[in-house]
């Protein structure tokens, strides 16, 4: 399975910084021989100044999100199809940011993770469970709940993944224990995508201040299937790091 490490750029960058740092991951990404799959995610405006910079290289671009709907009064949004008109190949939804900031459901994710697929993009649905529901022994319910309201019908490993992100660690520098995250992974494949019939292949990432010097153990994880990297995306050198460490 080959990883997928995507950048989420967040609101961060503009004009001049996005399209330097863009093309200086496109230029690292045609010298190098890794065969992980990469992607960046910039604030919407940027879409088309990254795409362009970005042409000619392995690197993909997506959107950090996506509304339900085509078309329509909803000010402020952006739909899945003119993100693939763009160019995108990838899609964020559901982020905690989103969930938390926005009040965004399970359903809305799931009709976003149906608009994103309708639209020919890659769907990267996230889920992750607050320190508080850590602490109190339900992740994996919490987790569990969340893939089963977020996922349609009619995915597959080709066209949805899955990102895992503790939210208390997103940010913080604290990442859980490598038991943990292949504790989670684990159980994300072989029971919370089974009623989906997508624990084969599918690609379930791991975010929560990955960084290239915890990169390296975290990815050589058995379900890890690639990295949803926030901050460390915003340099050449951090990102191209956490790439450089896919076994």
Wanted: glycine share 12%; net charge negative.
């Amino acid at each position: 399975m080959t990883k997928l490490i995507a950048g989420n750029w967040k609101m961060n960058c503009h004009v001049e910084s996005g399209t330097a740092l863009a093309r200086g991951l496109a230029d690292k990404a045609n010298q190098s021989s890794k065969s992980a799959d990469v992607a960046v995610c910039p604030p919407a405006p940027l879409i088309p100044l990254i795409i362009e910079a970005t042409k000619n290289s392995p690197v993909s671009v997506g959107g950090q999100d996506c509304h339900w709907e085509d078309s329509g009064a909803h000010t402020g949004d952006v739909s899945a199809s003119l993100l693939a008109d763009l160019g995108c190949t990838y899609a964020i939804v559901g982020h905690s940011e989103r969930r938390a900031d926005h009040g965004e459901t399970d359903a809305q994710v799931k009709a976003k993770t149906e608009a994103a697929l309708a639209a020919g993009l890659i769907a990267i649905v996230c889920v992750g469970e607050t320190e508080a529901q850590r602490d109190a022994g339900d992740a994996e319910t919490v987790v569990g709940g969340q893939i089963e309201g977020s996922l349609p019908a009619g995915g597959t490993p080709d066209t949805v993944v899955i990102a895992y992100e503790p939210v208390w660690a997103i940010g913080t520098g604290r990442t859980p224990s490598l038991d943990d995250i292949a504790a989670i992974h684990g159980f994300i494949r072989e029971k919370a995508l089974a009623s989906h019939g997508l624990g084969d292949g599918l690609r379930i990432l791991y975010g929560g201040s990955v960084k290239p010097s915890n990169a390296a153990e975290i990815l050589a994880i058995e379900d890890v299937g690639g990295a949803l990297v926030g901050g460390a995306s915003l340099t050449v050198e951090n990102f191209w790091g956490i790439i450089e460490s896919c076994p």
